[in-house]
């Protein structure tokens, strides 16, 4: 997945697990990974380099395609 800086929407590198930069006006951004049905963040769960998400909430396993990232400043 592909993330455009939301300050000059120049393509962010990854820095860290959830970090990431902006080389381009050098900004840092933490992902925030929420339920698409209520709204809460959600744990990330890799296995065997599958990655998924458990929304404790909701007690159900989401996929990486229906959670919902946002980027907020670090």
């Known amino acids: 997945m592909e993330l455009q ?3 000059c929407e120049h393509e962010l590198i990854r820095s860290g697990e ?3 930069h902006c080389e381009s006006c050098h900004s840092d951004f933490k992902l925030h990974i ?3 049905t209520c ?5 990330r769960l890799v296995a065997c380099g599958a990655v998924s998400f458990w929304c404790n909430n909701c007690n159900e396993l ?8 946002t980027l907020k400043n670090d």
């Open 5 to 7: 800086c939301p300050k």
């Open 34 to 36: 929420t339920c698409n």
């Open 62 to 69: 989401k996929s990486k395609s229906t959670a919902v990232y």
């Open 39 to 43: 709204g809460d963040e959600i744990e």
């Open 18 to 20: 959830l970090k990431r």
